[in-house]
């Protein structure tokens, strides 16, 4: 209803007024204070810095403050080992991406239907940094970052060493992950706003957003009053475990990914990456889809701001991370097979602790096919055709195409609606 009221107002304030309590709305800042450029007499640029608290908290750009602060935090700390001493070649990898087969799996990798089980039987250990830096190369992040493509490949190589061998959430599902992040933000309607630091960003953070997973949920960690739990205060706890501790291999010797980016650069995309993963949690789901539904209706993403673009990329991650139903039924039929495996051993380790079991993970009572037919038709399918949806402002992106949804279920045949 504002949209329509602004598109109608014929004086351009009038029209900025609007459009400033529509912001407000969809952006959760109607009681927020606002900071702004001007100056206000009697408060200093001091002041204003520590008001600010080294963050944007406008959604603008960044202020001379908060540049300096961030200057200070992302050289102090896990930028002051950078192994200058190591090889600066990685001939194993060149090797690999030269290799026939390899290469022509890759020249799939644009595609919908790409094969990451079929890649990782050729890479197996180095899948991810076969994958990561292809993308890396292909869209020329390399050259127009300056990124050290030897610290970026051992930063890769580190985080596939910290997934752990479970059913599901493993460096296959991140490899996977990977993939579709790199398939929805290449879309032209997401493309367009968006930098080489963004993409790079993406990368990173779907490279990351599993760090550490041991195949259970925020809920098992929650009842069972896990380290973790009580660490995070039962807020998004695998999510903050996995961006923190990828993160922190970055202070590895010869690991740090982001060497050639400026400071400014660095702090950029470290609040992209933060915000991405801890975005993948399943319980802000419905959250994001309502917001992303009324930011696209009202024209939000024709000239988004910097908040904007993150929601972008946050909403890529995230539909990247729940895509499987939407896969070939080749892949999505293994995928269903791998999380219900999961599921169940976490249903067995609650039921041994005494705790509650979680839904969907008693294994003598669970009806798989209905679980999964379950799980598309109230969250993947509902989420999926906000995205593919023309509107007036047309749509934001334009994920996997589909006639209808099929259900891809362990147990009904491709093709059933």
Request: glycine fraction near 8%.
């Amino acid at each position: 209803m504002l949209s329509a009221l602004r598109n109608a107002l014929p004086h351009k304030r009038d029209r900025e007024n609007i459009s400033f309590i529509a912001e407000c709305i969809l952006t959760d800042k109607l009681y927020r204070v606002r900071i702004t450029d001007e100056p206000v007499p009697g408060v200093s640029a001091e002041m204003y810095g520590f008001i600010q608290g080294g963050s944007d908290v406008d959604g603008g750009e960044a202020s001379p403050a908060k540049a300096g602060a961030d200057q200070i935090v992302r050289t102090a700390g896990w930028r002051r080992r950078r192994g200058d001493a190591l090889s600066t070649k990685t001939p194993w990898l060149d090797k690999l991406l030269s290799d026939p087969e390899v290469c022509r799996l890759l020249s799939d990798s644009g595609s919908w239907s790409f094969d990451v089980w079929a890649l990782n039987e050729c890479a197996g250990q180095h899948t991810m940094a076969v994958l990561v830096v292809h993308f890396v190369q292909a869209y020329e992040l390399d050259t127009r970052l300056g990124i050290d493509m030897p610290s970026l490949v051992r930063f890769v190589s580190k985080l596939q060493q910290g997934y752990h061998d479970v059913p599901f959430h493993n460096y296959v599902h991140a490899c996977d992950v990977v993939h579709g992040a790199v398939f929805f933000l290449t879309q032209q309607q997401v493309r367009r706003h968006l930098s080489p630091l963004d993409m790079y960003a993406l990368i990173l953070a779907a490279a990351a957003h599993d760090h550490g997973h041991e195949g259970l949920s925020n809920a098992f960690y929650c009842n069972s009053g896990h380290e973790l739990a009580l660490r995070y205060n039962d807020a998004s706890v695998l999510e903050m475990h996995h961006i923190s501790s990828a993160w922190r291999l970055l202070a590895l010797d010869g690991c740090d990914a982001l060497m050639g980016l400026s400071s400014e650069q660095c702090g950029d995309l470290r609040q992209t990456m933060v915000e991405a993963v801890l975005g993948t949690d399943m319980k802000l789901h419905f959250d994001h889809l309502a917001k992303f539904k009324a930011l696209s209706s009202s024209g939000a993403f024709d000239q988004p701001d910097r908040g904007g673009v993150r929601k972008l990329l946050t909403m890529c991650l995230h539909a990247a991370d729940i895509s499987n139903p939407c896969k070939p039924w080749r892949l999505s039929s293994r995928w269903a097979a791998r999380v219900m495996t999961e599921f169940f051993l976490q249903g067995d380790r609650e039921a041994e602790m005494g705790i509650p079991v979680s839904p969907f993970m008693d294994r003598e009572r669970t009806d798989i096919a209905q679980a999964q037919a379950g799980f598309i038709s109230v969250l993947i399918q509902p989420f999926f055709e906000v995205q593919t949806t023309p509107n007036s402002s047309g749509p934001p992106w334009r994920g996997p195409p589909h006639r209808s949804l099929p259900c891809r279920c362990m147990y009904c045949p491709a093709g059933v609606d």
